[in-house]
Every structure is written in C-alpha cells, then in structure tokens.
C-alpha cells in the first residue's frame, strides 16, 4: 500500500474536533500535503486548512483523498459515497481509516476499477506477510514502547524522525496504525495481522537498510496492557531495536479503559521491554523516556520529568513542550 | 465451533505415516472416537483402526469425517472431493485441518447446503472475539508454556487432562491448534486469530467454571521463538494462569528451524513465562516440567529429568515415559 500525496483531508459530518483526530494529525505532522479540507453540512472540525470541493481538490493536484475521521454508527452515508465516487471519477484515490471497508461499497468499488484508480483501507493489510526469521539485518531501528496505549508513542517517534532529520541524519518513521500510515504515506495496520505473521510483517516493515539509517518503528500496544501485549512483542521481535524510547502518560490513574489494572512504573517497564527485545537485539538500550504531561501544569511536568530522568539515569522529555533533541543527543 | 464425534479419520493419500500426524494424534487420545479409517489407493499411513468406506462409516455412526492430514501440494484432488461430497450426502460433517479450505470447494460447499450438514476448516476461527478484558474468573487454569515450538505442550496438556481426570478432578483440555480441536471436538486455533484479539479469544476460551474446575489450555509458541511470541504472551495473558507447566526437548540443538538461535535455558524460561503471567494472576506458580526425551535412552531421559528438578526444584516428568502424576501431586 502506498498512499500518493498531496491529500484532500475528508471530514464528512464530523461531529466535533475529536472525530477528526486521525486528519489533524495528519494536518500536524504533513501540512505540505494536506492541500485543503471538505466539509460536508453537519460537520464541526476543522483542521485549519482551506475549503475544497471535490473539482476543487481535483484542480488543485490532489492524489489522494483521506477519510480520517470516526464516522457515526460505522455506517457510511449516502451523501459521502456520492462525493467518494465523483472523486475517483476526477482521477484521485481514496484512503480510509474507517472500520467500514470502502473497498465494499460497491458503487465505489466500480467506479475505482472503471477510473483505475486506489481505494486504500488502511486498518486492513494488504498483503500476506511470512512468519518472522529473526536475523540480524543491517541499519538501525528504534522502537517507542509504553506503560499503555495512547500514551503517545506515534507523536514520539514523528519527533524522532523530525529531529533526527534536521540535523541531517538518515531516519524514517514506519507507520504501524492508521493515522500513522496515512503520515507516512505507507505501513503496516500491524493489529490487523493475523497472530502469527506480527514479528514477520514487522521484520517485512523494517528491511536491511544503510548502516547510518535509522528506521524509527511507531510502537503499539504495552507488555502491560493484557488487550494488546501479543502485538507488543511481536513489535519487539520483529523490529529488533537498537533503540527504544519508553512513552507514558503523566497522571494516568489506571491501565486505560481497565480500572482494576494500575499503571506499571516505569523502571519496570524499561527492563521487561529490554528483556523482549534483548532476545533479537542482545544489545538494545533503552534511550529516553518521553511524557505526556498534557494533564499537568508547566511546573509539574517539568518536575515529573526530573524525577523520571534522575530515577532512570536517561533523558526524559515532554515531546510536545520540549522536543526531543535530548534523548537524540543520546543515541 | 463443536466438531461431533465419532470420527472417520480420512487419511486420503496420506504419503507416509508423518503425513497422517494430526489423525494419529487423535487416535492416540479419542480411541473410542475413532470408529475407523478411510485410505484412499497410494496411501501409505495407518493409524490402526478398521478401514471403512463413507458408506460403511455412516451406517457405524460416524458423525464427522476428519481431515487429518497433510496433503500433497497444498491442492485437494477430485478423488477426494467425491468422497467427502458422498459423506454430506449421507449425513455427516467434515472437519479439515488443511491449508486448503474445504468450504471454498464450491461442489462441497453446495453439497453440505443441500444436505444441511456443517463443513469445519478448524485452521480458521469461526467467530469474531473481544479484545481482552483481563477481568478475573472464577475457576482454575494451567497453560503450558515451552522453550520452543514443537516441544510436547498438547501431549502434556492431554496427560494432565487424563491423570486429572482419573483422580475425579473436574479437568477439560482447551485447544488451540488444529490437532487439539479434533481432540477436544472444540477450540480455537490462536495463531490464525487476528492480533488484537489473541488474549480476547483465549478468554473467550476459558471462561467463567466451578471453583475446583481446571482449563488445560494447550500452550503455542515460546516466548523465546521470535516467530510466535505474540501468540504465546496473549495466552498467557488470556488465560490467566495459575499453574504453568513447562515443556523442553532435551537436545535440541537450537530454535527449531533457526541455528542462528540457541535454546533458552529451562529456568529462565520458567521466569520469563512467570513474570508475563502474574500481570493477569499474581499468584500464578510454574508446578513442573515435562521434558520430551525422544532423543534419549531411557538412562539418559532418567538423568536429565533429575538434572533439570534438581535445579528448578519442581517435578520434572518425560510426559511420555512417566506419566504427569507427579506434575499433578503439586498442583
């Protein structure tokens, strides 16, 4: 799957701000690609770029068209389908994060293969993936893992890749989720693997590369977390790090949506996260912590991440407030 | 899924008595559901039991023909096809453990319709699962974890479904793989579940049961095979453990199939299966080892069963020579 930009971003009837998070992130983290936005009646976000009709999108370069919203009751309007399909009829591609299946709305589906065009559902692989061999391949990988889910493990590793950029290093961001492949136009929806091809479509996102590259691999998931740890260690195995950066959310009462599991600290994390990898990557280090202090003050944050820094002797950044230069200065 | 028995054990052109694995297994373990045997002409297994035509197997009562075998190239030949076609039309099931899926014969397909009979392609889950919710259930469980793939844990499991049983213990063997689901008539074969929901379907697989009542869930993977890790960690989270046996073949030279990969040493691995376990069961206790000695003599298998207890300081059983009463004492 690769997905061409620039992007028309689709909001549809997005309810609020919220529904449109997987767009604004990629509003956030691409804005040379995301030429304008459509909003059809009903809808309540905006993410901040110009107002395209489908003609206007069209005219104005647009490869792809990207639905990065949550849509209500997971079924997809009528009047969406009509503007998806004069959409293709205009030479663009649709790519989709809906749990709905575009590629199964059948008036879309015709008018795609009669234009020949893409329809990308990027929640579902694509392709068939062997199981993982685990050998050492060449280039280096750094992996963001975490005490939970939605800690902020992609918007980690995009700075990474930002910082690590800017000064000139060879660095990729690997996009294992939604919002992250439509960011980096390519990926694996790796929850979406069957179980046992996770640590194989890991190793197949993550190819031998130069020796000075750095592939840094969108962590999912959390040994921690019962829901989700087997994609976690698949994660592990197949990417073997040479690096990780360990993600966590200041503040979180409990394992999120799970009351009657308490959060895992973070000295503890470290260790079991090397632990896994170790068995790919004998010498992985762990290479900072980043924190989402979005729920404290200034002060606290900046206090929460001393303490974590002088409790774990590493570099330990909010991403967002501070950047992440010093856990690169690290690795 | 519920697979009826008694069986027909179709061994179709079966090229040698490897070939027949999975069926062989079976009979070791559900004699009395094995009514017979059906050998097409080149088959060159035997699982030693009364050959039996389709038509001699309905008028015996058997239930489900059973495609225990591997066949050759992936492809089912048209002789079989006939063959299983004659067993929906005259009432019974057919349960297939192949590659190939039976349902997508479209002529099989049709057939069983017709006849309103089932077709089980037990390689693929039949349902969809909830991600796990880690929640504590009433009722205890031992899962099988291993140092490899391929290192006893169904035949352990099954042992201790039978010492169990013959105790009075309210035991039931869960299956995860192909040949356990013939075995069990019921199950879920973990590795071709989609990753978020390995340890959703492993708690859909053990549910709530009587306080004294024991799951034996079929361990899959290691921990420490890169390949399936994910698959093993899910069910260890799933099934909330609170015994873990472990299993090892004494020799093996490295991962299966991976010579750039050494064997995990046995402690190390009780640790490492421990420490995932106790996120879901802090109680959670390694209650013996089971050591598959094939390679051995019986002097040889005898000492490195006392080597191994001497060390972890647990029972430590060839499953096969000696039986799991003593894994079953420590429970």
Redesign the interface.
């Known amino acids: 799957m690769e997905i061409h930009s620039p992007y028309l971003l689709f909001l549809g009837d997005a309810r609020d701000q919220l529904a449109a998070k997987t767009a604004n992130g990629v509003r956030v983290w691409r804005p040379d690609w995301c030429l304008g936005q459509l909003r059809l009646p009903g809808c309540n976000a905006d993410c901040g770029v110009p107002d395209m009709s489908i003609e206007e999108a069209a005219a104005a370069g647009v490869k792809t068209v990207i639905l990065g919203v949550a849509n209500r009751g997971g079924v997809i309007p009528e009047s969406w389908t009509s503007e998806l399909v004069k959409a293709v009829g205009l030479g663009m591609d649709i790519a989709s994060g809906l749990h709905t299946r575009i590629t199964e709305i059948p008036e879309l589906a015709a008018a795609a293969k009669a234009n020949g065009r893409s329809l990308h559902d990027v929640r579902q692989p694509t392709r068939d993936f062997d199981?993982?061999?685990?050998?050492?391949r060449q280039g280096k990988r750094l992996l963001t893992v975490g005490t939970d889910v939605s800690v902020g493990k992609m918007f980690t590793t995009l700075a990474l890749e930002k910082e690590m950029r800017a000064r000139g290093m060879k660095a990729d961001f690997r996009a294992t989720g939604q919002t992250g492949i439509f960011i980096a136009g390519a990926g694996v929806s790796?929850?979406?693997?069957?179980?046992?091809f996770?640590?194989?479509a890991v190793e197949w996102l993550t190819p031998e590369n130069d020796p000075d590259h750095w592939d840094l691999v969108e962590g999912q998931g959390s040994?921690?977390n019962?829901?989700?740890?087997?994609?976690t260690?698949?994660l592990i195995?197949?990417a073997q790090p040479d690096a990780l950066v360990v993600c966590h959310e200041a503040g979180r009462p409990h394992m999120r949506g799970?009351p009657?599991?308490p959060l895992i600290d973070i000295p503890t994390c470290i260790e079991?996260n090397l632990?896994?990898a170790r068995?790919?990557n004998p010498d992985v280090k762990c290479v900072g912590a980043s924190i989402n202090t979005v729920n404290l003050s200034e002060t606290e944050a900046r206090d929460f991440c001393k303490r974590v820094s002088d409790e774990i002797g590493l570099p330990t950044v909010d991403a967002l407030r501070d950047g992440v230069a010093s856990i690169v200065d690290n690795i």
């Open positions: 199981v993982a061999n685990g050998k050492k790796i929850d979406a693997v069957i179980a046992d996770i640590s194989g040994l921690f019962v829901s989700y740890a087997g994609v260690i698949g195995h197949g799970m009657h599991f079991a632990q896994a068995l790919t």
